[in-house]
């Protein structure tokens, strides 16, 4: 899997679960596991470069919260 398609799996588990917005690629790679979003441990600078796109997508509101 790559980036792109680790993209929507975060915006997904950020919209359920908003407390994992800002942890470290390593947890979101273990949480996307865990949680059963994907079935393998992704690379975890893909990770970063998605969760750095999908926290862009968010409000300011809802960053600065």
Known sequence: MNAPNIL??????YS???????VEAWELQSAL???GYDGELE??????AAAEV??????????AA
């Open 8 to 13: 929507p799996l975060l915006r997904d588990l």
């Open 54 to 63: 999908a926290r862009q997508d968010w409000p300011e509101w809802w960053r």
């Open 33 to 35: 596991f865990v949680l």
């Open 16 to 22: 359920r679960h908003p407390e994992v917005r800002y």
């Open 43 to 48: 690379n975890e600078s893909e990770i970063a």
